[in-house]
């Protein structure tokens, strides 16, 4: 544990012990021993020649109370995480569901864009906030069919201390003593409870009244609840985990996106070359159209770049491994926590030439993408356990992004010059975000609307 408590973010300290110790490590973090993985050759045996034995979540303190003892897709463990992952993937995150939300996505984007072209002119806006806004109405809007501005700040908390430390996460005997962080989970689990209680309630209203159970106009919540209601598995939907599952979707699809368009716009500002070739793309092939970012390829490619060096769940989402098994010519014993540090492998100077530099142009012509067949590039994770949320993060991520670049030109305020801009990260909840939130000033390229 001292080895980690230096003050350093997790997955820099890991990936600085990794260098000395090997890409396949065991700590021993208090009572609990952790694998930690950070090469291509041993994510591939954990992804996927041993993918169903690594497939496990370990039971941690903040998932298991805010998500009703793990019984959410993220967490779950067995029959009922097949279920809900299928349901996930099927219904609630598939192409034509994620295509069904872009008028979501359109009027959310709209407002973003009116409220900083709103900005007094030659002021810097701080894009955090207003980046966050967005991709937490697009997640409501799409998941409940509602924002609840006034009580979102519950869920923020949530998200926050489902990955927050944990004493009997690493000292399970002395579970005991963790009575404050014990006492702040159940606060926010009961809180964010009653919010979705209210909101499961209303739905469940309006459904009676409308007899409102058409495909087009279905939200998640609708999903969830008509797979609820007509079963047709073995394993029943309970309301459990219906709001297990809405909050995964909040957690896992509201910072991801908003950290994301952040380091994006932080590289481009950085990498004024870069800035010019997309929003050239971005000018030429969209013109003023709102939705349709499928041709801008070069755009995908900076959000690729991105997530290479900017990978949002840096240490992806833990595992367990069921059985005794080998890997990487050790034994690991049946029940040990496996981290991979995908942070580590996206940076590394024997996978990526010039590591540290933002090229997006390094993907093309090549076949190295982030759908999980590719082990040094692993932003979604991999194997069984990968995000099923791609599509939906993209979506947000995509367009938001090529409107900011169509509408606006952007600069440093004051005398700042791009290569000063500080790129350090830090970790406030799920995802690693920049240590200094990005302020920038905008000027309008062309009004939009
Ligand atoms: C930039 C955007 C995103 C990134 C970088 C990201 C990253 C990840 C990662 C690393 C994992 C763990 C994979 C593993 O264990 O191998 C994961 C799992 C998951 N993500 Fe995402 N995610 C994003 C967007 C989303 C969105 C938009 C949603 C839903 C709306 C979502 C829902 C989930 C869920 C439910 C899981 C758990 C899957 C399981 O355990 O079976 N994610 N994500």
Redesign the pocket.
């Known amino acids: 544990m001292h080895h980690l408590a230096t003050g350093e973010l997790p997955h820099h300290a890991l990936t600085r012990l990794g260098r000395d110790h090997g890409p396949v490590m065991h700590l021993q973090l208090g009572q609990v021993g952790l694998v930690v993985v950070s090469s291509r050759e041993a994510a591939m045996e954990v992804?996927k020649v041993q993918d169903a034995n690594f497939a496990h979540?370990p039971e941690l303190r903040g998932p298991k109370t805010l998500l009703y003892g793990c019984a959410?897709?993220?967490?779950?463990s067995g029959p009922l995480?097949r279920l809900l992952?299928k349901v996930?993937v099927v219904k609630?995150?598939c192409t034509s569901r994620v295509r069904s939300f872009a008028p979501i996505r359109t009027e959310e984007t709209r407002a973003l864009l009116d409220s900083i072209a709103g900005q007094p002119p030659g002021t810097a806006v701080e894009l955090r906030p207003m980046l966050e806004a967005l991709s937490s109405a697009i997640?409501s809007r799409t998941?409940l069919g509602t924002t609840f501005e006034h009580r979102g700040a519950i869920l923020k908390e949530g998200m926050k201390l489902s990955s927050a430390f944990s004493l009997s996460d690493h000292f399970p005997s002395l579970s005991f003593l963790d009575v404050p962080m014990r006492l702040r989970l159940r606060r926010v689990h009961r809180q964010a409870d009653e919010l979705f209680e209210d909101i499961i309630g209303e739905r469940k209203r309006l459904r009676r009244q409308e007899n409102l159970i058409m495909d087009t106009t279905e939200n998640m919540l609708d999903v969830l609840l008509n797979a609820m209601e007509q079963p047709d598995e073995e394993v029943p939907i309970t309301q459990d985990n219906i709001k297990a599952?809405i909050m995964?979707?909040f957690?896992?699809?509201t910072e991801?996106?908003s950290t994301?368009i952040e380091w994006a716009l932080s590289e481009l500002i950085k990498n004024p070359k870069e800035m010019a070739k997309v929003q050239e793309e971005v000018r030429t092939k969209m013109k003023g159209e709102t939705h349709d970012v499928g041709q801008l390829s070069y755009l995908r490619l900076v959000v690729k770049e991105t997530?290479r060096l900017h990978?949002?769940?840096p240490l992806?989402?833990p595992?367990v491994c069921k059985q005794r098994c080998r890997l990487g010519g050790y034994t690991i014993p049946a029940g040990s926590r496996v981290v991979?540090n995908?942070w580590a492998m996206s940076r590394d100077p024997s996978y990526w030439e010039d590591a540290e530099a933002f090229l997006p142009g390094r993907f093309l012509d090549t076949n190295v993408d982030f759908k999980?067949t590719s082990f040094e590039f692993?932003?979604?994770?991999?194997?069984?356990?990968?995000?099923?949320?791609?599509e939906?993060?993209?979506a947000?991520?995509e367009l938001c992004l090529a409107q900011l670049l169509y509408y606006f030109d952007w600069k440093l305020p004051g005398a700042m010059a791009p290569e000063d801009l500080d790129m350090s990260e830090t970790s406030v909840g799920v995802?690693v975000v920049r240590k200094e939130p990005l302020r920038l000033i905008p000027s309008i390229h062309a009004p939009s609307s």
């Open positions: 992804m979540r959410d897709v993220a967490f779950a995480w992952r996930c609630l995150l997640v998941v599952v995964d979707m957690v896992g699809g991801t996106s994301t997530l990978t949002p769940a992806l989402v595992r991979i995908a999980g692993l932003p979604f994770g991999g194997g069984r356990r990968i995000c099923p949320g791609i939906f993060g993209l947000t991520i995802s």
